[in-house]
């Protein structure tokens, strides 16, 4: 099998390239660079530094007839796309329509697209569902949901097979403080750094945090499963900041210091995601639990501090 892995260099694409290599699939890289880092990658495979909105997408994918596309290449700073709404619906909304094209036209098999719990907005439910309303409240989260639809109607007209994953808060090695979800990438940069961590408000909001190995488990079962479902990719469990806090506390040993600011505007309360659908579609569980995951992205984070 053939594997192409767009934002292979970044931090959620980097270890699912490691996973695809252990099994033996011949897997290859479209990665800009963006905030991609080529060190993540193994030796030998090979990295197209190209942008997903380029001509040469399709080239190479004529070129290369991957069996599989994994989509992860994004602009993925909510931030940014509140600040700069054109150049997020660029490489998210345009760059997706661009290489889901050149998929179609390159007859790849199947593409698996990494979507985000961003596109459900504030929906004040405890635990959401993949049939919950999408409202998102950031354009991020617009610009995550909008390429679900043009999956859809690519396979309508093309018969392009795809599995959509929409994943919770992902965390683990590599991960950059700037991304979506970033908050244990926050603090542990701040950790590293001797500075305090930040809570904002109460510290009682919630997320639902997944380990980033438990998110390349989906990925490989979507390869075989899940055709033409929307699947969501979480633990279902609900962890507060101040939990959070006192699990890094844990870890560190030594007291943490924590600085107490006000609540921020636009900040979703409660975020955690069923996982029923992803157990039977993918036969999908997580393996790590936050004590389990926070250890081995706490150990990585002080090892490469060093
Ligand atoms: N981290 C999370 O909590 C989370 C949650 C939900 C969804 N996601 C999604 O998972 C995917 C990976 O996110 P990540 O956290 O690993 O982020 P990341 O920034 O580490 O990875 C994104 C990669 O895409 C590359 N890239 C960006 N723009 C590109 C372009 N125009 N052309 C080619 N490559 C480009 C970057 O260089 C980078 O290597 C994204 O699609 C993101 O929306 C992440």
Redesign the pocket.
């Known amino acids: 099998m053939k594997a192409i892995v767009?934002?292979?260099?970044?931090?959620?694409?980097?270890h699912l390239v490691e996973a695809l290599l252990a099994k033996g699939i011949n897997v290859q890289v479209?990665?800009?660079?963006?905030?991609?880092?080529p060190d993540?990658l193994p030796p030998g495979v090979p990295l197209h530094r190209?942008?997903?909105?380029?001509e040469d997408v399709r080239a190479l994918l004529l070129r290369e007839r991957p069996d599989v596309v994994f989509?992860?290449?994004?602009?993925?700073?909510v931030q940014r796309s509140v600040s700069d709404p054109g150049a997020d619906a660029?490489?998210?909304i345009a760059?997706t329509a661009n290489l889901v094209h050149a998929c179609a036209q390159a007859s790849v098999q199947k593409i698996i697209?990494?979507?985000?719990?961003?596109v459900y907005g504030d929906l004040q439910t405890t635990l959401v569902h993949e049939d919950d309303p999408t409202q998102p409240i950031s354009f991020?989260g617009i610009s995550?949901l909008a390429p679900e639809s043009y999956l859809r109607v690519f396979h309508r007209l093309y018969g392009l097979n795809y599995t959509i994953l929409?994943?919770?808060?992902?965390?683990g090695p590599?991960?950059?403080p700037?991304?979506?979800?970033?908050v244990v990438a926050i603090f542990l940069d701040r950790l590293r750094k001797g500075l305090p961590l930040i809570v904002y408000g109460d510290g009682e909001q919630t997320r639902d945090f997944?380990y980033?190995k438990d998110?390349v488990k989906a990925n490989l079962a979507a390869i075989h499963r899940g055709d033409r479902h929307t699947v969501q990719i979480g633990t279902a469990a609900s962890v507060s900041v101040n939990r959070l806090v006192q699990q890094l506390q844990a870890l560190h040993g030594v007291p943490i210091a924590v600085m107490r600011e006000p609540e921020r505007a636009g900040d979703i309360r409660h975020s955690c995601l069923s996982n029923a659908k992803a157990y039977e579609q993918l036969g999908w569980t997580a393996d790590y639990d936050l004590v389990q995951g926070l250890k081995s992205t706490y150990e990585y984070e002080m090892r490469t501090a060093e």
Do not use: P, W
Not at 30 to 37: A, E, R, Y
Not at 113 to 118: D, G
């Open positions: 767009t934002g292979g260099a970044g931090f959620i694409g980097s479209i990665d800009n660079l963006s905030t991609g880092n993540y190209m942008d997903i909105r380029s989509h992860h290449a994004a602009q993925v700073d660029s490489v998210n760059g697209y990494a979507s985000s719990c961003a991020y995550k929409r994943y919770a808060n992902v965390y590599r991960q950059t700037k991304g979506e979800g970033g997944v980033v998110v």
